[in-house]
């Protein structure tokens, strides 16, 4: 039986796929050097511990899958909730017994991964709902997630991880409205 892979015609797409779960594994290298008494230390987003960082990813990483998930499978609309609303469970999430963050983190970049796989070809044109702001197609899901994960890899590493960031997510940052604090 042979391997799954994407269902991607883009090749821009599909390298940014790539670039994207580079950068997961990335965070999770630097989540795995981080020691557990280390999660509840001040990151370098001003007002947020480690542990808020980690949980503020992997929540990204649910809700982007879920919404991946409803379009994928037309079971409901897919929406994704902005960050704004999901404060608390972010919140929550941070109080989380080291071992039990770190599997939250895991399993959710996971499960969008599955998602984004599994996902139709002609399926990545449409698009999701964003509470608040406008819609955004699914393959945008994949330039959102980039940025979640290596701005927070750099957040939970330190302005010395910039060096590790690749260039071509580097002028994407510094090209934001809004780029991260450290740049």
């Not at 998602?115 to 139709?120: Q, Y």
Request: with cysteine.
């Amino acid at each position: 039986m042979a391997a799954r892979t994407d269902n991607v015609a883009d090749p821009a797409l599909a390298a940014e796929l790539l670039l994207a779960r580079r950068g997961q594994a990335y965070f999770s290298r630097v989540l795995g050097q981080l020691p557990n008494g280390d999660l509840g230390s001040e990151s370098f987003v001003p007002g947020w511990t480690n542990a808020r960082v980690v949980a503020h990813v992997a929540l990204d990483a649910r809700a982007t899958a879920h919404a991946v998930e409803a379009l994928r499978t037309r079971a409901s609309e897919p929406v994704l909730v902005d960050a704004a609303e999901r404060i608390r469970d972010i919140d929550f999430a941070a109080t989380l017994p080291p071992e039990a963050l770190r599997n939250l983190s895991a399993h959710a970049a996971v499960h969008l991964n599955v998602e984004w796989r599994d996902l139709p070809a002609e399926v990545w044109s449409e698009k999701i709902r964003v509470t608040g702001k406008p819609p955004i197609l699914a393959a945008d899901t994949v330039w959102r997630r980039c940025n979640e994960v290596w701005t927070r890899s750099v957040d939970l590493a330190g302005p010395s991880a910039i060096r590790d960031l690749p260039r071509d997510v580097l002028e994407r940052l510094r090209a934001l409205p809004e780029p991260p604090h450290w740049l």
